[in-house]
C-alpha cells in the first residue's frame, strides 16, 4: 500500500461546479499536510495548508480527519484555470523526517 | 512565498557530456534541499536530499556517482549529472524547506525546474 494515495482521476468538470479530491495516508505519524497545485510541465506550487480545523481559502476548501486518515481538498465554482495536477502532500517522522508526495489528481475544467 | 531559483530551465545536449544545474534560495537561507524527477505524466521520484556542509542522502535506486549533488552553501545546491544518457532525459525539480523548529510545518518551495533531453 502506498504512503500517500489519491483519487486516480482525470476529473472533468464543466465550469461552475464543486470538485472534491481526496487523499488517505497510511502512516498515523503524519505530521503535516499540505495540497499542492502542478500544472504541465511545471513545478509544484503550494496551494494551502490542511490543519484538523479545516481551512477555507476562497473558492477552495480542505479539511483532514485524523482519525480516518483522510484529508480532501474541494474546490467550488470551479474556473478553467483550475485545470492542472493537484498533489497531496504529507510529512512524517517515522525515526527520520520525510515528505512523502501523492501521485496526484488530475482535474480537466471545460466550458 | 519563498522564492526558489532553478537554472537553466531547459537542456539538449549529447550523450555522454555531463549538465550541471542550480538551484538557489532567493530570499530565505534552505539548511535543506530536494532534488525530484519526473517523467512524463507520472508523479515526482524524490532522488536525492541535499544538506548544506554535508553528503546529500541518495534515495534507493539512485546512483550517487552519476547524479553528483554539492550543497556547498545554506543559498545554493547543484545537481551534475554525469555522462548524461537518453534515458536521463527528465524533468529534474529542486525544492528548498523553510524550516521551523517544528519539523513537521515545513513547507517546500519548489523550483521551476529543468526539462534535459538528451541526445
Known amino acids: 500500500r502506498k504512503e500517500v494515495e489519491q483519487d486516480p482521476g482525470p476529473f472533468n468538470v464543466p465550469e461552475g461546479a464543486t470538485v472534491a479530491f481526496n487523499c488517505t495516508y497510511s502512516n498515523s505519524a503524519s505530521q503535516s499536510f499540505f495540497w499542492y497545485r502542478q500544472d504541465c510541465r511545471k513545478e509544484p506550487k503550494l496551494l494551502m495548508s490542511?490543519?484538523?480545523s479545516g481551512n477555507e481559502d476562497g473558492r477552495f476548501t480542505a479539511q483532514l480527519n485524523r482519525a480516518s486518515q483522510y484529508i480532501s481538498l474541494l474546490i467550488r465554482d470551479s474556473k478553467l484555470s483550475d485545470s492542472a495536477t493537484y498533489l497531496c502532500?504529507?510529512?512524517?517522522?517515522?525515526?527520520?523526517?520525510?515528505?512523502?508526495f501523492g501521485a496526484g489528481t488530475r482535474l480537466f475544467v471545460k466550458a | 512565498g519563498a522564492v526558489v531559483s532553478q537554472h537553466p530551465s531547459w537542456v539538449i545536449c549529447k550523450s555522454g557530456t555531463s549538465v550541471k544545474i542550480e538551484c538557489r534560495s532567493l530570499d530565505f537561507q534552505a539548511t535543506t534541499m530536494f532534488w525530484y524527477r519526473q517523467f512524463p505524466k507520472q508523479s515526482l521520484m524524490l532522488m536525492a536530499t541535499s544538506n548544506e556542509g554535508s553528503k546529500a542522502t541518495y534515495e534507493q535506486g539512485v546512483e550517487k556517482d552519476k547524479f553528483l549533488i554539492n550543497h556547498a552553501s545554506l543559498t545554493l545546491s547543484t545537481l551534475t549529472v554525469t555522462s548524461a544518457h537518453p534515458e536521463d532525459s527528465s524533468f529534474y525539480i529542486c525544492?528548498?524547506?523553510?524550516?521551523?523548529?517544528?519539523?513537521?510545518?515545513?513547507?517546500?518551495?519548489f523550483g521551476a525546474g529543468t526539462r534535459l533531453s538528451v541526445l
Open positions: 525544492s528548498a524547506r523553510i524550516g521551523t523548529k517544528n519539523l513537521a510545518k515545513n513547507i517546500q518551495y
Open positions: 490542511v490543519y484538523s
Open positions: 502532500v504529507v510529512n512524517m517522522n517515522t525515526g527520520g523526517f520525510k515528505t512523502i
